[in-house]
């Protein structure tokens, strides 16, 4: 049975591309197949898992116009096995183009049903607000998981992205649960980094990952080399915490 998990915060700067990323190659290197869907107009996952965005024939962008099939949006990755269905610039205009079709909110859905048995996870990046993009994202997602930046206003925003859940379970996609929240750019030297954690924790009726992801330097490099951070630096803080990560999605998942 494939999981299906958005990674969403409007917030940006919280770590959300870079979970996508490396949160994927951990559950590709634990054996999982894995598919990848770009759905942020900047590209970032798409040239950080070792993608030309600027070389591509088809993108989400072409899938969501239906100008491609499911099977011919996707490309290969640097990670053995993995795909992805990329993004570039073009995607900025989706939005407009949008306007006039019938049942906008499920086109990235129904694509993605065709394909979704042939993988045990499929992971969405979202873009950093909460547009037509991030709406399709969750009624295609069975769960979103949430990064939140270990900062004095990680809880601002936050709950206007759980009313917007709330509101996709209401009318679009009943299923949609909350996965967690997982906390990122953790500092250990600092007061700050705890302290947000215990108010996150007594602020938010939502699940919470014991994994902490680090401010760590190998992780901020690893994108502009166009890989994971496992490829990249497999013995490093950042590596371990997002095959930790891995192995939680994959224990509450059941998979």
């Given amino acids: 049975m494939s999981r299906i998990i958005a990674i969403a915060?409007?917030?940006g700067g919280v770590g959300k591309t870079t979970t996508s990323i490396n949160l994927s190659a951990c559950l590709a290197e634990a054996g999982k197949k894995v598919l990848t869907i770009d759905l942020d107009p900047q590209g970032n996952m798409t040239s950080g898992l070792g993608v030309d965005k600027n070389e591509l024939e088809n993108t989400v962008y072409e899938l969501m116009l239906d100008e491609c099939s499911i099977k011919e949006s996707m490309t290969d990755t640097v990670v053995e096995g993995m795909k992805i269905i990329p993004s570039n610039v073009n995607l900025a205009g989706a939005e407009i183009e949008l306007l006039g079709i019938n049942e906008k909110e499920y086109i990235l859905k129904n694509a993605v049903?065709?394909?979704r048995d042939d993988y045990d996870f499929i992971?969405?990046?979202c873009p950093p607000s909460l547009n037509m993009l991030t709406i399709n994202a969750m009624t295609t997602?069975?769960?979103v998981l949430v990064p939140i930046?270990?900062?004095y206003y990680a809880l601002e925003g936050l709950s206007q992205l759980i009313h917007t859940i709330d509101l996709v379970q209401q009318r679009l996609n009943p299923n949609l649960e909350i996965d967690g929240v997982v906390f990122t750019m953790y500092?250990?030297?600092t007061n700050l980094s705890n302290q947000v954690v215990e108010n996150v924790k007594e602020n938010l009726d939502a699940k919470i990952y014991e994994t902490l992801i680090p401010r760590n330097i190998r992780l901020a490099e690893a994108p502009s080399h166009g890989l994971p951070i496992n490829m990249y630096d497999?013995?490093?803080a950042g590596t371990e915490s997002y095959r930790l990560l891995a192995k939680e999605v994959m224990e509450r998942k059941g998979v």
């Fill in 9 to 11: 915060n409007q917030k």
């Fill in 113 to 115: 049903d065709y394909i």
């Fill in 123 to 125: 992971i969405i990046d």
């Fill in 141 to 143: 997602a069975d769960s």
């Fill in 149 to 151: 930046q270990c900062e």
């Fill in 187 to 189: 500092d250990v030297r």
């Fill in 234 to 236: 497999a013995k490093s």
